[in-house]
């Protein structure tokens, strides 16, 4: 008998909401306009409901963070399900590139269609020219995610479906219809919208921005050393995609030039665009590849080639630095892991995870020719070394210690950093002829209040004198012409250039 009560309840319920739907209704639209770019979307009511948008009517241009669920791959939700065709790239970001979840692997792709972008988990590498099917839905949650802007239609038709109830409708209003019977709730579960791409307001684009954390490189015309400087280019890094800047300081006229590469091929740290050559920057790429960038000042625009490198240094090389040119060639390093046990620490505390293995070195000379020379032991309380090369020396740095090595890679000498640029967070590398250390350090100036700081110091590595020291934002990167030039750049450009008595002079560009 409660089984019927139930039932009833049910029925009456499933016809309430069913009235309720068809109060919303409106007549289908007509034929899509002809030759128009139609896009069918799909999002679950409950992303309205727990956001409170998008809300939009019939005509209205509204925005859509675009997920594409291929067929077969998943639930479509009773989203219409299309062909498209699209250009499918990897998404640039390392954390996101591909994963495991349970036995299967997965692929973090975009898709880039005619006017919109979709992110896709793709169970396979799909890169290039595409046609596939399935349908696309909207997910702001998703929007974490890197790469994929918003594509933007006008909306033709707004279907409400729950229930086994499907119904045009006018607009997306909250609150949607939903009846309630016993433990059993009748609502609205997806809206389909179809948009028209080619009514929609041509969006306004992002202006991307060049990074000083990817690297630059800042070129003088014939007075490097000098103060004259009328002819000053600058090269940068875009902030996101796989695009150069040059731009001349004088004039503040910029040029770009898009590298033909895959994204994740552009990214790659510490720097992507390693420093200056000749008139133009030489812009590092997975694998250890390089390519050379040079710019005329004729306006023949801006020249690309890739730079040869033996083919060994593509094959998982985890260092790789250009030795000095007496030597020649490159300096490698591959790191092996072991276990190692870990002694207990003696003072009872806790110094960090350890690193357990070794750095193999080794040099790889024009020919491509690869001589495995040293070996580079770790143990619990250090981390791997790490291979340094300035314009005349090449060491390994680790625990704030500088090994210096021959031409065989044997160790000849090792020496600490200078007690004022240590510090717990410390960055060390090469510029130029000099280490360079951006360290955090607590100051005062004339024994006034301590004020913590970020500082970039250049280190001679023979005399291990500080040669050079400012203050520095969190993204610094600094370029070395010979002794006597520094740039410093952060949210700013400066160059610093060193007098006879050891003094630097500053100058000051306006932020770009």
Known sequence: MADEKDTDADTRAAGAFQVEMEELTVPPPGAMPAGHRILPVQMPTSVVEDTGRPQFSLGDTAEFILVFIEDGDGDHGGADVVTLDAWAEEVRSPSWHVEQRGSAWQWWTILRGDGWAAQWVAPRPVVGRVRVTGSLHHDPYRIGL???SPTRGRIRRIRLAGDDVEVDVDSIRLPFPSIRAG???????SARCMLDLDEAAVPVPWEGKPSWSDGFAAIPGRGRAAADDTSLTLWRADALLPQIWKTDLHSGESETVTLPVKISDFRQRPRTILGPQGNGCVVALKGHRRLLLEGGGDGSGIAMSEVPVPRVLEDDMDQVVAAPESWGGWVVGRYEEADLKVP???DGTWHGPPQRGALHLGRVNGEGSLSWLNKDESNWSTTCARILATNEAVM???NNV???LDPELQVIGESRLPEDVLSEYME?????????????????AD????????????????????????????????QADGRHTVWL???????FTRGDAGEWHERIYDSL
Not at 183 to 189: A, G
Not at 468 to 478: L, T
Not at 489 to 495: F, P, Q
């Open 396 to 398: 390994t740095w680790k």
């Open 447 to 478: 024994g006034g209040t301590e004020t913590p700081g970020l500082r970039l110091s250049l280190v001679d590595p023979v005399t291990l004198e500080i040669v050079f020291s400012e203050p520095c934002g969190s993204r610094a990167q600094v």
């Open 183 to 189: 433990q059993r709730s009748f609502s609205v579960r």
């Open 489 to 495: 750049a952060d949210d700013r450009l400066r160059r």
């Open 428 to 444: 060390v590398d090469t510029a130029g002829p000099w280490v360079t250390v951006r360290s955090f350090i607590i100051g005062g």
């Open 146 to 148: 890197p790469d994929v």
């Open 402 to 404: 500088l090994q210096y």
């Open 344 to 346: 207990a620490a003696v």
